[in-house]
């Protein structure tokens, strides 16, 4: 767990990303980390989504809407034309929130298909 709030301090030290905490009376019920970088397609920067995690037993309440529209709007408040969001095919809640939210996925014979190649760099 310490190794993970490092991680998040590291990345919201600056300006390259933020972390929304969403809580109760109960106690903490989820969070969002979006990680912003240059990009040469915009003057602005580029939004990522890293994670959006509601507590099992706080989903379908509408928090990680809320959650998702706070992190839209921070993006754009800080220049932000673009965010991204990737999703496990197989994912199918994930890929639903998206499009309910307006994300699009890019099909195959309408653009093109994006893919993410992984290489783990061993220290």
Not at 15 to 42: K, N, Q, S, W
Request: glycine share 10%.
């Amino acid at each position: 767990m310490e190794k993970l709030a490092e991680r998040f301090h590291c990345i919201i030290a600056g300006d390259h990303g933020f972390v929304l905490l969403a809580g109760e009376r109960a106690g903490p019920a989820g969070h969002a980390l979006v990680t912003l970088r240059p990009t040469i397609y915009d003057d602005g920067p580029l939004a990522v989504l890293d994670e959006l995690y509601v507590q099992p037993s706080r989903r379908n309440r509408g928090l990680g809407s809320l959650m998702l529209q706070k992190a839209i709007a921070e993006v754009q408040a800080r220049g932000g034309s673009e965010m991204h969001i990737n999703v496990d095919e197989v994912d199918l809640d994930a890929r639903r929130f998206c499009e309910r939210h307006g994300f699009t996925n890019i099909q195959p014979g309408e653009d093109f298909r994006m893919l993410c190649y992984l290489k783990e760099l061993q220290p």
